[in-house]
């Protein structure tokens, strides 16, 4: 919740009530400010073929789609990329779990 600017999202919601295409309530408001900043401003895209190697800085490539581990399970993960370093001799991978 820390990191949600709630502050600000009721000022945007408020606004845009006292605009002249205001939603039925401010509830809708707040929701359709909400749904904008998660995605304009919070929410951030891995592009993969940018992704650099956690121990190295290097580039990494697509390996395998190994099991989820028991945590990434729990926490809605049902699916895993795992990406591995291209350096010969590098032993850094990311493990991408996807969710529902």
Excluded at 12 to 32: G, H, I, M, V, Y
Excluded at 76 to 83: A, D
């Amino acid at each position: 919740m820390e990191n949600i600017p709630l502050q600000d999202l009721h000022e945007r919601a408020e606004k845009l009530q006292a605009s002249n295409e205001p939603l039925p309530c401010f509830e809708d408001a707040l929701a359709d400010v909400l749904v904008k900043w998660f995605r304009d401003d919070y929410f951030v895209w891995v592009d993969r073929k940018t992704e650099k190697c956690p121990v190295c800085r290097g580039p990494m490539q697509f390996d395998t789609s190994p099991q989820p581990t028991a945590e990434e399970l729990r926490g809605g993960g049902n699916r895993v990329e795992l990406h591995k370093c291209k350096k010969p001799g590098c032993e850094g991978q990311y493990r991408f779990p996807r969710y529902k």
